[in-house]
């Protein structure tokens, strides 16, 4: 049974990082021909609204959140 658990958190580490590339793509893509091009032109406006709903500490937490998932990675 602890087999079968490690092998789906496996799976869903690997979709994860899957995901992260893909944000980052988007976001550089965006970024570099602005928001006319298909499918990754509205990322940084949605990256901007979850910024923005974080509140005034938003950049607080994505750094804390930045620095906490690299101590996990030790």
Same mark, same amino acid.
């Given at each position: 049974?602890?087999?079968?658990?490690?092998?789906?958190?496996?799976?869903?580490?690997?979709?994860?990082?899957?995901?992260? =590339?893909? $944000?980052? %793509?988007? #976001?550089?893509?965006?970024? /570099?021909?602005?928001?006319?091009?298909?499918?990754?032109?509205?990322?940084?406006?949605?990256?901007?609204?979850?910024?923005?709903?974080?509140?005034? =500490?938003? $950049?607080? %937490?994505? #750094?804390?959140?930045?620095? /906490?998932?690299?101590?996990?990675?030790?």
């Amino acid at each position: 049974m602890l087999k079968m658990f490690k092998k789906i958190k496996k799976q869903l580490w690997d979709v994860a990082e899957i995901l992260a =590339a893909v $944000l980052a %793509v988007s #976001v550089l893509i965006s970024g /570099l021909f602005g928001s006319d091009v298909p499918f990754f032109g509205g990322i940084m406006a949605n990256v901007q609204g979850v910024i923005d709903s974080l509140g005034s =500490a938003g $950049l607080g %937490v994505i #750094v804390a959140v930045m620095l /906490l998932t690299n101590i996990w990675k030790r």
